[in-house]
Every structure is written in C-alpha cells, then in structure tokens.
Nanobody, 125 residues
C-alpha cells in the first residue's frame, strides 16, 4: 500500500511560478516511477512529467519542456513539480501517481498503481 498526497496548488498570474509536492508514504520501496498528470475541465487526463524513484531519469510532455522541472527529494520521499512561465492552458487539477514498473511500461499500458487526490492549479490571464 502506498499513499500519495499532493500539495502546493493555488492561483497564479500568467507567467508566474508554482511548485507542487507529492509526498509518498507506506510501501515506498515498491515504487519505480512517479508521474504527474493533469486534467482540465471538459478534457481528458494528460501526462505531464515523470521521474524514476531514484531520481536519475526524468520525462516530460512536449508542451511543458523547458518550463516544468520534476525532481525528487530522496530523504523526504517527496516528488516535486516546479512550474515556471505558467500559461492559462496549464490550469487543471494536478495528480501524482506511482507505478512499480518503468516509465515506458506504465505509459504503454496506461497502468498506474496508486493515485493522489489532486491539487488545483489555476493560471489567470
């Protein structure tokens, strides 16, 4: 059992920055990859970024490359998503998820083991 809790969401101006946190607890030794997804009203869930549990590999959706940075604090079992140069299109509920397998397998199968409850990000123009 893994518990994931997101925090750090809020409202920011276009061009501003926000840092999200995903705190993991429980059987974290079973985690291989942590993902960030987002879902805007009326839209399907969208992949944002991912990081391996050891923090050595990162992956980004094209629209956020150069603006978002995913990282992990090993001591705190926390994954972060630093979001800079925010756009209105980034407005969504952001969720973190974990998988016991690789980024490639999880994305290919669209299979994730645990999810957080989400945190709202609102970017105003």
């Amino acid at each position: 059992q893994v518990q994931l809790v997101e925090s750090g969401g809020g409202s920011v101006q276009r061009g501003g920055s926000l840092k999200l946190s995903c705190s993991a607890s429980g059987r974290t030794s079973g985690i291989w990859t942590v993902f960030w997804f987002r879902q805007a009203p009326g839209k399907e869930r969208e992949f944002v970024a991912a990081v391996t549990w050891d923090g050595d590999s990162v992956y980004y959706e094209d629209s956020v490359k150069g603006r978002f940075t995913i990282s992990k604090d090993n001591a705190k079992n926390t994954v972060y998503l630093q979001m800079d140069s925010l756009k209105s299109e980034d407005t969504a509920i952001y969720y973190c998820a974990s998988s016991d397998s690789s980024y490639y397998y999880a994305r290919g199968a669209d299979k994730y083991d645990y999810w957080g409850q989400g945190t709202q990000v609102t970017v105003s123009s």
